[in-house]
C-alpha cells in the first residue's frame, strides 16, 4: 500500500521515479511508493518536469497541485498534493493503476 501522510495543504506522495522509460506510465507500488516511470532523463529537472506533467493527467488533478518537496536528485521523490485529502487521493490512484 503506498505510504501517503497528511499534511496541512494536502497529502504528501511518495514516488520512486523511474526515469528514461520506454514510455510513460504509472508501475503500481514499490515499497511503499507508487513508482512512475517517465520517457524523460533526469538531467536539469527534465524528468521531474515529466513527473509533475504526468500524473497530473492520469491523476485528474492540475500541475499547480503538485509540488516536488522532497528528492529533486533521488529516484525517491515526495510530492505535495494540494487540495485533496487521503482518502480522495488513494481513490484515485486505486482506479487508475488497477
Excluded at 496541512?8 to 508501475?27: D, H, N, T, Y
Excluded at 525517491?76 to 488513494?90: A, C, G, P, S
Aim: with cysteine; hydrophobic share 40%.
Amino acid at each position: 500500500m503506498i505510504a501517503l501522510e497528511s499534511h496541512p495543504e494536502g497529502v504528501i506522495l511518495p514516488i520512486r521515479a523511474q526515469p528514461g522509460s520506454r514510455k510513460s506510465e504509472l508501475r503500481g507500488e514499490q515499497d511503499g511508493a507508487l513508482k512512475v516511470a517517465v520517457t524523460q532523463v533526469a538531467e536539469k529537472g527534465k524528468a521531474n518536469k515529466a513527473i509533475v506533467a504526468f500524473l497530473s493527467k492520469q491523476l485528474g488533478l492540475r500541475k499547480s497541485q503538485l509540488e516536488l518537496i522532497s528528492g529533486e536528485t533521488s529516484s525517491q521523490k515526495k510530492f505535495l498534493v494540494r487540495d485533496v485529502n487521503i482518502d480522495q487521493l488513494r481513490a484515485v490512484i486505486d482506479t487508475r493503476c488497477s
